[in-house]
């Protein structure tokens, strides 16, 4: 019952359309610090989700992509870190590589991510 549910509910999602293209770092950059912080909040809650999913479905499992997302995930929620603070390690990733702010937001919160809880 619960695998006909998640299906349900992904297959209504992918069926609408997008209402927009996704932010870019320039796009972030225009915002208020406390939108910033729900946003940045909000891509690494997204990947706390994706733990939760693919713990919830015993038949489903992760892509080697998922795993490191979920692995950033996992290192931000030992971490505790609030909202504020997922915002300021994008920020100084953001003001460090200046050239990069075109880019769209998932990939630059993963690559902000990837420096701090990413392989050494």
Not at 3 to 31: E, W, Y
Not at 95 to 120: H, L, R, S
Request: net charge neutral.
């Amino acid at each position: 019952m619960k695998m006909a549910i998640v299906v349900a509910f992904l297959s209504a999602c992918l069926a609408l359309p997008p209402a927009s293209n996704a932010m870019t770092g320039n796009d972030l950059r225009k915002q208020s610090p406390s939108v910033r912080a729900f946003y940045v909040g909000a891509v690494v809650d997204t990947w706390i989700t994706l733990r939760w999913l693919f713990h919830s479905i015993q038949d489903l499992k992760p892509s080697a992509a998922d795993s490191a997302l979920i692995d950033l995930a996992i290192c931000a929620n030992q971490r505790r870190m609030t909202y504020e603070q997922t915002a300021a390690v994008v920020d100084k990733y953001m003001a460090d590589n200046p050239a990069e702010w075109g880019y769209e937001m998932p990939m630059i919160v993963w690559k902000a991510f990837q420096n701090v809880c990413g392989p050494k």
